[in-house]
């Protein structure tokens, strides 16, 4: 199958092992282009990613301790979840912002009079950790429906408050979460970046895959976001885990889930057609396969991927079982991304245990 390369935009002043990743997938693309061999990724070079559902103190939760944990841990990318424009109101609802667009974080304006949660993304990012931030989430239309039918000065507003949002929170890169039930807004947003934001930070997207819901799947998300800003996803965090394990016909932690998420990245590897660009290539070097621990989407048992397994040290030894199969199958696969820290940071060896499974054999 031919290999069509697309140019990405490296993240000029951004986090130095950022740019360095970037770069490691055009070179792998490029290569794989003119059909010359591939080396295997080294443990070092693969992302160990997990998102974290809360902010930190006064915005949300996380205090410094977390902070800590977090800087101490083998994970080298976070994503805090979500970034919004619209917020919501009591009773129900959404204020949305019009001409004045005001970045929401954690459900509340970013507030920190004294500069306690910069001081802790600042540590956070010193520590050589990859900072993303996540964009939109589960059922959420309304940061998206804005971009829609926002003027173009209302975007360029937008895309400012996030330049001002990322700088000061040491935030390296976006994570596009778009889970909705209509294409509204999101080829507006990914032009908005591309055109407002500059240097242009590294973007992944986060498909899960639904065949009933098309804005979810990979190849339409990846092919609208090249097709509407020429910005090639530098990860793509796809889920295998909740709808998007409901999807796949799985029917929660089981002894054949590391063979099924195998087989599920098979098929989602490859080139395929795009209505305004040539084509797309889903490359495991940008592949980062999303896999959810026990009881951490809604408590849902049938949602998650790993249990324990009495092969590991910890509960949640089964994920480290999932990921050494897939990384066995796909040598070159990007890392691993995780939902989420926040039900994981008592288990402190969870991350180092990802780290051992993610290095070849």
């Not at 055109?195 to 930070?201: A, G, K, Q, R, Y």
Request: aromatic share 10%.
């Amino acid at each position: 199958m031919a290999v069509v390369a697309i140019p990405i935009e490296a993240p000029i002043g951004m986090q130095q092992a950022e740019g360095a990743y970037l770069m490691r997938i055009l070179r792998i693309v490029v290569l794989a282009a003119i059909t010359l061999p591939i080396g295997s990724l080294a443990s070092a070079d693969r992302v160990n990613l997990t998102y974290v559902e809360d902010a930190p103190v006064p915005i949300g939760s996380l205090t410094q301790s977390d902070f800590d944990d977090m800087t101490a841990s083998d994970f080298s990318h976070f994503v805090f979840a979500f970034i919004n424009f619209c917020t919501p109101k009591s009773g129900g609802g959404f204020t949305c912002p019009g001409t004045d667009p005001v970045v929401v974080w954690n459900i509340a304006a970013t507030e920190d009079p004294d500069g306690t949660a910069k001081a802790m993304m600042q540590g956070l990012s010193e520590a050589g950790k990859s900072i993303y931030i996540s964009i939109g989430g589960a059922e959420n239309d309304e940061t998206w429906s804005y971009f829609a039918g926002a003027t173009h000065a209302e975007q360029a507003a937008a895309m400012s408050a996030l330049s001002t949002f990322m700088t000061d929170y040491f935030v390296s890169g976006i994570d596009l979460d778009f889970e909705t039930a209509s294409h509204e807004g999101y080829r507006n947003f990914a032009s908005s970046i591309s055109e407002n934001l500059s240097p242009v930070p590294p973007v992944s997207i986060a498909p899960f895959n639904c065949p009933g819901s098309p804005y979810s799947q990979l190849v339409w998300q990846y092919c609208n976001l090249v097709g509407s800003s020429q910005i090639t996803p530098t990860l793509i965090n796809r889920q295998y885990y909740a709808g998007g394990a409901q999807c796949q016909g799985w029917t929660g932690p089981s002894s054949q889930m590391p063979s099924q998420v195998a087989d599920a990245i098979g098929r989602d590897l490859g080139t395929f057609a795009c209505k305004d660009a040539e084509a797309i290539t889903v490359a495991e070097a940008q592949l980062n396969p999303g896999i959810a621990t026990l009881g951490t989407v809604g408590g849902n048992p049938s949602q998650a991927n790993c249990e324990a397994s009495n092969t590991g040290n910890t509960m949640y030894s089964g994920c480290a079982d999932i990921v050494s199969t897939y990384v066995a199958a796909f040598e070159d696969i990007a890392g691993a991304a995780f939902w989420q820290w926040t039900s994981l940071k008592d288990q402190t060896s969870y991350a180092q245990e990802i780290n051992t499974a993610l290095a070849p054999d």
